[in-house]
């Protein structure tokens, strides 16, 4: 009987995470996608325009800081003039669907 509580109790925490994998993976297509790409490329139409990097070169993963990924996502990046080259999306996200997130662009890596 204890086994199969435990059992049970493995495959609803299993549940919760392939939930959490598919909110992340919602919030890239919804927010993300359209500059980074499906791929984390950076092969769209305003990914190009804004010269995102591709995510899924190792050296550009090498030169990006966890810390500094949070912050780009919380507060956003500008441009030289000030202007959003991508907003802030600190409002959007709690903390851990950022560091959700930023795992997402890790796993981009080839
Ligand atoms: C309007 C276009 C746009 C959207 C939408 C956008 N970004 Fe960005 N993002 C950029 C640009 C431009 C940069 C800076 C160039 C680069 O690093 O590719 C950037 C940089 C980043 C970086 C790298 C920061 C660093 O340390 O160099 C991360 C991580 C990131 N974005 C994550 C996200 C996530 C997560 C979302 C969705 C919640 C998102 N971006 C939505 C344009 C966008």
Do not use: N
Request: include cysteine; charged fraction near 40%; charge should be positive.
């Amino acid at each position: 009987m204890k086994r199969i509580l435990l059992l049970g109790a493995c495959l609803l925490l299993v549940g919760a995470t392939v939930v959490r994998a598919d909110d992340t993976k919602d919030a890239w297509e919804k927010d993300c996608r359209k500059c980074h790409g499906a791929e984390g490329k950076g092969d769209t139409k305003m990914g190009k325009k804004l010269e995102v990097k591709d995510y899924s070169d190792a050296a550009v993963q090498a030169a990006m800081k966890d810390p500094e990924m949070i912050k780009a996502i919380k507060e956003g990046i500008k441009d030289k003039e000030g202007k959003d080259r991508m907003k802030a999306y600190g409002e959007t996200y709690k903390d851990d669907q950022i560091k959700a997130l930023v795992a997402y662009v890790r796993a981009f890596k080839k």
